[in-house]
Structures are given as structure tokens and as C-alpha cells.
């Protein structure tokens, strides 16, 4: 979601927003979120995204799962065997720590990365009709409702989603 916002956030700064806007310029906003929320594209790669998310999971809890069996194992075993193979195990263990904790970490990267690979385009989409339809009805500054303390202007959120097809 930081992400998204971020990407909202750019989005809004691509559009040429600046701090002094003159009293004489037309303005509108748009909720981006809304758009972005219920844009059938973005179901898609959303649905793609738990799927991997899953995938991701399944694997991580079958490593977490190894690492008990062998935590209970090697507990067990302890006081029977040497000092040597104790040591070993130790090591083992450790590894496989290392191994669950870069997994996990490398897991979040990639999915960090898919979600930014499949939001980029939608963002460039939404950006191109809303420069599409503010320019149509005249207006020099279409805001995000995101960052407004009062929206009460034209909300040109259903055209850019008409603009969109759905």
C-alpha cells in the first residue's frame, strides 16, 4: 500500500500540481485510489499477486516446518550423541535459518517488484485519460482527492473511469 501511495503520490506530481495556483485556473480532482481500486486490470494483477503471495507462503511455512523437525530432532538426540555432531547440527541449524530468513526477504522483494512492474503501466494509463479528459473540459489542474483538504470542485473520477471502460 506504501507503494501504491507513492506511485499515487508521483502520479499527481506528473501532472504538472504545483504549490501557487492561480485563482483564475480551472481546477478538478479525481479520486486515483477509486480508480486504481476497482480497475479490472488491477483486480487481474492483484489476484496474480495473492497467487504468488501463496506460493510464496506454502513454501515458507514447508521451510519453517523443516526447521522445527530438526530443532525437535536434534533436542532429542542431544545427550546421545558427541560433542562433534552437536556442533554440526548447530551449524546446520544456523544455515538453515539464514536460508528461511533470506528466502523470506528475497520473497517480499520480488513480490515488492511484481506489484510495482503491474501497477507502472495502470498508473501510466490512468494518468494518460485523466490528462485526456482534463484537457477536453478545460481544466489546467486535475488534483488527487487523496491530497486535498476539500474537494468541492468538479470530480472528474467517473469520466476517467468511462475513459477507461469501466
Known amino acids: 500500500m506504501k507503494r501504491l501511495k507513492s ?13 501557487t495556483i492561480n485563482a483564475q485556473a480551472k481546477t478538478a480532482h479525481v479520486d486515483v485510489n477509486e480508480i486504481i481500486s476497482k480497475m479490472p486490470a488491477m483486480l487481474d494483477a492483484q489476484k496474480q499477486l495473492d497467487k504468488l503471495s ?10 519453517a516446518q523443516e526447521y522445527q523437525a530438526k530443532i525437535d530432532k536434534y533436542d532429542k538426540e542431544a545427550s546421545t550423541v558427541g560433542d562433534a555432531v552437536n556442533a554440526t547440527r548447530q551449524t546446520e541449524v544456523q544455515d538453515l535459518v539464514k536460508r528461511i530468513t533470506d528466502y523470506r526477504d528475497n520473497a517480499q522483494k520480488e513480490l515488492q517488484k511484481k506489484e510495482a512492474d503491474m501497477v507502472k503501466p495502470l498508473m501510466e494509463k490512468i494518468k494518460a485519460s485523466i490528462a ?18 476539500l474537494a468541492d470542485g468538479p470530480d472528474l473520477t467517473a469520466d ?3 475513459d477507461l471502460g469501466f
Open 54 to 63: 501463496a506460493t510464496y507462503d506454502t513454501e515458507y511455512k514447508t521451510m
Open 7 to 19: 506511485l499515487l503520490l508521483a502520479t499527481v506530481l506528473c501532472l504538472g500540481t504545483s504549490y
Open 132 to 149: 485526456k479528459i482534463g484537457k477536453a473540459k478545460g481544466y489546467q489542474y486535475v488534483l488527487n482527492v487523496a491530497d486535498l483538504l
Open 160 to 162: 476517467v473511469k468511462k
